[in-house]
């Protein structure tokens, strides 16, 4: 029996330095990027977070690349990823609440109240000043 006739392996242990199937990959992925960026240009609304959400689902793919089973539907497989990242990010930044910015806040309102009654030094630290009123 001769070695061409079995089927090629490739290594993906974690002991592996090469990428899984790097040419075959970057063969199907090329040409759907620009509808990959087209269509997290509509799920984001916004230039640079589709260019992460594509990013992430590359980076994604080709570590997955091994479960693609090769004749399927290459385009719907890394579809799917760039979805599911898109809604892994919108779940992100939920449970991290909204920033905001200190500038934009009102003044606290004990703070605010106490300036009114005239209990305000010059002090940095008006709290001092404060308890000594009451």
Do not use: C
């Amino acid at each position: 029996m001769t070695h061409a006739s079995t089927p090629h392996v490739v290594d993906r242990t974690p002991e592996s330095q090469e990428l899984p199937s790097g040419r075959e990959f970057d063969a199907l992925l090329t040409p759907l990027l620009p509808t990959a960026y087209r269509a997290a240009i509509y799920l984001t609304r916004n230039q640079a977070d589709a260019e992460d959400v594509v990013q992430d689902a590359v980076l994604l793919a080709l570590r997955g690349f091994d479960g693609f089973q090769p004749g399927t539907n290459f385009k719907a497989w890394f579809m799917r990823i760039l979805t599911n990242v898109f809604y892994a990010r919108g779940r992100r930044a939920r449970g991290a609440g909204d920033a905001v910015s200190l500038d934009d806040t009102p003044p606290l309102h004990l703070d605010s109240k106490s300036a009114a009654a005239g209990w305000h030094s010059g002090d940095t630290n008006p709290a001092p000043t404060f308890f000594s009123q009451l």
